[in-house]
Structures are given as C-alpha cells and as structure tokens.
C-alpha cells in the first residue's frame, strides 16, 4: 500500500503557533469524560432522484457543556454547530437559507464550486434577521468534507465563535466504490477541532477573548463536545478532521504513535493514500484519515492528542476483522495546462495583529483587485512575508474553486498536497506556488483563514469573468451593513462598534 510513513509536521517549527506571545495553551478539561457529539444528518424536505430540498436555519440557543449552567451557542438546525448536509455529485440543491438569529449573517459553503457571490454566501450575500434567501445549484465536484461557515463582514470570526459552522459532505459513485468506512457516525466519523474559554456562569465571550492574531480557548471542543470519547465498534475507522478553529493549528497525534492513513484532503480524495504518524492542519483544512486498530485489544484506549493534550480518547471494543486493503491509487487528478501567455499572479499576506494586509491593502467590500477568465488556467505564487520573532503561518483560503499545490519555495508540496485544496498553510518568507482555475463566473473572496486576519483585512477578491457575458453584481458597501446592524442593535450608526472592526480603527482605515 504506501510507501512510506511520514513522522514529521512539515511547518516550520519557529512559526508554529506555541511560539505567539498571545498563544492560549490547550488545557486537558477536568469535567468528566462524555460520549462525542455527532451531529446528525440534516434530513432533506424533499428528495427525488434528481433534486435534493433543504432548509438551513441559523439559531441561537444554549448547550450543555459543561456541569452547571448551560453556554449560549449559535447553530445551524440545533444549538451548536450544525446537522450535517450531504451533497450527491450530479444532483440539484435547492435551499433556504433562513435566519432566526438577531443579527444579519451569511451562508458560505467552504470549498464547494458554486457561482460567487451571491450563492458562495461571502459578505455580498446578506441574509437580514428573521430573512430568507434561497439558493439552487448542480453539485458538480468530487466526494470532499466542506464545510458552512457564516461570513458576514467584519463578523465572520464572532459568529463562528458563537458556533456557526457545519459540514457539507459531497458523495460521488467512485469514492462511495472505494473500500473506505463509510458507516456515518459509526465508522465514518466526523472531527471538528476548536477551543473555546468557557467564563462565568459556562458563558463565553468574544469580545473579552478578542485577539487580533486569531482568538483562542485552551479548553478543546470536538464536535461541540468538552472531553468526549468515542466508542470504536469496527477495526478501521474513517475521522474527517476539520481545524474549524478561529486560530488553532492542530499537531495531530495518537498514543505509541499509531500510525494512521491520510486519503483525502480539503477538496477530495488524494491521489495514492499517504501514511503518517503526526499530521498539522491549520485553520479551514481537512483531512481524511483512516485508523486502523486492528493491533490494539479490545478494551484498550487510543488518544488523539494535539501537541501533548488529549482531545479524544477512542475506547476499543470487540470487532470484527477486517482485511480491506486499500488501492494504491485511489483518484484521477486532473492536471490542466496553464493557459498560455499569463503572467503569473502575485499575493502576498503580510503583517500581524492590526497590520495584516493582502497584497499592501486591506480588505474592501467594493473592491475589485483582481480578474481571472472563467476556465483560464493560472499560476498563483502567494507569498507570506511574516518574518517577526518566526513569524506565522498564515493559511491561504480561495472561494469558487479546489487549487492545485504546484511547489513550495520551488520545492515539491508536502505529501498530502498532492489532492484538491482549498486553503493552503503558507510559511513565513515562503512561496506556494498554485495552479488555479474556475468554473463559476462571479466574485470571490480569498484569504488569510485565521479568522481574525480574515476579518482585520487580509483579504481580497477576484472577478471570474466570461468575455462573452459581462456581468454586474451588488456588492456590500459599509454604509448599508453599519445601518442594519445599528438598526438590529437599536442603536445609533455612531454609537456602533464591531469588534471585528477594530483592526482599521486603529489603522485609521474603512473598510
Ligand atoms: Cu471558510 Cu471565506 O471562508
Ligand atoms: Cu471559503
Ligand atoms: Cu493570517
């Protein structure tokens, strides 16, 4: 099967998050062990063979979390985080998308290959308190763990904070073909890795945690679930690990090393499966990991840990073997010529905490800063230019599209970046070059997926445009988003303050 096993992290160690002198350590929860939260499946208003109905409500609600007092969360159809969609390659989604929440908000389907901006949900789709839009569109990419996340600008890290995101599962013939688990909740078992501070009375508080490095908790919270543990009934277990973290970096690990099976990555199946030992995802990433217990006695626990903190523990039962073996080539990468005569594009991410930028820009809303032709093949060399005490790994993020990771300062990838991605952890001084096309035409965001960064401006976007049908679109401006949020709040325009917003106060800049 494969070739080798990987025992390395491949970041950069200086710029690891542990190094930040704001870094918010993890800290091994001292409540008691608790089953891992699953979230169930979002089941369909109505399916036929072709076309598949959903209603995806935004609401506020409280969550038993911990002991005590339960936390007040945001969620899609439930309190906290979301039920999970699932999306058939070649069907049709109709959705509405409806918002029970006080504040506006905006539904942006992380790494799905949608016409931007309006049906991509970033800042230019708007959906207003007690509102709903609906969207319809062809599934047409492979098998991948997407995620939703809200996206309302300078909101979006808050409102994710508050638990506004879920997953988005695309399946295809050939993946369902495969000889992965894919028994869901049972085999086929989703992670979302985050960390929350829990304050007074189990509450938690964005604006006292706010860092505009990116906020952290040091309490783990898998799948909205404080110290959970997991009971493993089969021999292979498939974990679609998500870093749905504001700031986090994961350095993924199991007790005695247990080595484990990377076979997907953001956007799909990888090439050829890649053994590994410790794997570090960065924030929006995911990965596709298959776990293997077959040495492990029934009774035995196995520990995924981050750095040196569990965050769950897998409780081996009884289970019967199994002698899958898996293909060494598992997909068809499609590797499209670059299309002849482009420049190659430049990005650069630079700055820390207020200074973050794109490209020596902060983010605006009504700002167009690049175009691309729909279906043009380019050459994408993103650069962070972070040198300060190591510096940071800033992971790159573009909406409308799954990249292909060409080289890193001129070197090979790592050997997970071999398959479909739609954010890329980026170095600091280093190059990643990336090969870039879109099927949409529209407007889309790319950034830096440190929320906070997001939010704080390092952030840009592109117009994917077909010569033969231009196009006008609405973009967001400042002064209708700060007259609804004021109005939401009961509140002057004056007297608003969004925390989100405080990078370009004190840069003296608008956004
Ligand atoms: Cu996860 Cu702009 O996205
Ligand atoms: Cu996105
Ligand atoms: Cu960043």
Redesign the pocket.
Known sequence: MTKSLNTDYFFDEAAYNTHDGGYVPLAEPKTPQQALRIPPLLKPDKETATDTYYTVEAQAGETQLLPGKKTKTWGYNTSLLGQTLVFAQGKTMHIDLKNSLPELTTF?W??LNVPGPYTDGGCHAPVYPGQTRHIDFKVDQPAATLWLHAHPCPSTAEQVWKGLAALALVTDDHEAQLPLPHTYGVDDVPLILQDRRFHEDNQWDYEADYDPDGVQGPTPLINGTVNPYFDVTTQRLRLRLLDGANRREWRLHFSHDLPFTQVASDGGLLPEPVAFTHLMLTCAERAEIIVDFGDVAPGETVTLYSDDVPLVRFRVHEFTPDTAVLPEHLVEMPNPDVTPDMPIRKVVMSGMDETVMMDGKKFGMQRIDAKQQVGNVELWDVTNTNDMDGGMVHPF?M?GTQFLVVSRNGHAPYPNEHGFK?TVGVNPGETVRLKVWFDHTGVYMYHCHIIEHEDGGMMAQIEVFDPQHPQNYKLMDMATLMKAVAEERGIAVKDLHLVGMSSYEKMGMEM
């Open positions: 942006h992380h790494g993020h909406h739609d």
